[in-house]
């Protein structure tokens, strides 16, 4: 196995972790030098890539991989990758064998706190779950004209070091916002690495919603947080007054409660079934923090 990574940012670097001592890597990219040495520090050789037709040495590294992961999210012209490589995969890729893309459960869009899984029918609501839909469409196209295996990993609210309800109480950005019935899903980033490893090291395709085992209101984990650091939680705020972002709230308009069932069945384990879980162990480590 030698990897590439498109993208190598929060989610790209927990798959380069969880990959280590089994993988070689062709690389990762980046939009920044300044994320260099995260890059390095996780094994990957950083390449600059913010669109477009790949550099001559990116180019080179991607000719020698062969499994390929795309952990960019598309922009107002779509996907970038997906128009470097109208004409195909194979005249750049030879050696590919497996392609992982990234994607996200609100392609669902909103069922009403209802049950969804993979093949419940994708509905999204905002211009960028549409985004993603649009781009899962374009890789499924391109891979099966190269006869490769696409495995689509549908991921649910990401939290992990650094980025999780523990810091946000600690930085007093925390708020508990009340909206009856809302769920959301969520996912440690340690779990999408180990998910994307096992899809990865096994070459399977298809899609997969990789996520938790407890869908659960928002301000119930906020909750959590506040007990585990032994702190008082903030006070709840009404979400119809509370003052968000037109981004913020949009997130709220989607509510389902998503099946992890199949990347189970895939032979996967989580480590972190549930957000108690997730939040006690980067507690306990420090890890928080980030």
């Known amino acids: 196995m030698r990897m590439m990574i498109f993208g190598a940012g929060f989610s790209g670097l927990a798959i380069s972790r969880a990959l280590a001592g089994g993988c070689e890597f062709a690389g990762g990219t ?124 549908r991921l649910s609210g990401i939290y992990g070091p650094g980025r999780n309800a523990l810091k946000t109480i600690h930085d007093g950005k925390a708020r508990r916002l009340i909206k009856p019935g809302q769920v959301f899903n969520r996912i440690h980033v340690a779990d999408i690495g180990g998910a994307a490893a096992l899809l990865a090291s096994k070459r399977l395709g298809g899609i997969y919603n990789v996520t938790d085992d407890m869908p659960a209101p928002p301000q119930d984990v906020v909750s959590e947080a506040a007990r585990i650091m032994g702190v008082e939680p903030p006070a709840e705020v009404d979400f119809e007054t509370a003052d968000l972002s037109p981004m913020a709230r949009s997130f709220y308009g989607e509510n389902k409660r998503v099946s992890n069932a199949r990347i189970k069945t895939a032979g996967y384990e989580f480590m972190y079934p549930d957000y108690m879980a997730g939040l006690k162990a980067l507690y306990s480590g420090g890890a928080w923090k980030g």
Do not use: N
Request: net charge negative.
């Open 30 to 153: 980046t939009r920044s030098p300044e994320r260099f040495p995260a890059l390095q520090g996780a094994g990957l050789t950083p390449f600059i890539y913010d669109g477009g037709a790949p550099s001559d040495e990116l180019s080179a590294a991607i000719g020698e991989a062969t499994h390929l992961v795309m952990s960019i999210a598309p922009d107002t012209a779509g996907d970038p990758l997906l128009a470097a490589f109208a004409g195909g995969l194979r005249p750049s890729m030879p050696k590919l064998g497996w392609i992982g893309y990234l994607s996200t459960v609100g392609v669902y869009g909103d069922h009403g706190g209802e049950w969804v899984d993979e093949e419940t029918q994708c509905k999204p609501v905002s211009k960028r779950s549409v985004a993603r839909l649009a781009a899962e469409d374009g890789w499924t196209r391109l891979a099966a004209e190269a006869g490769i295996p696409l495995a689509i990993l």
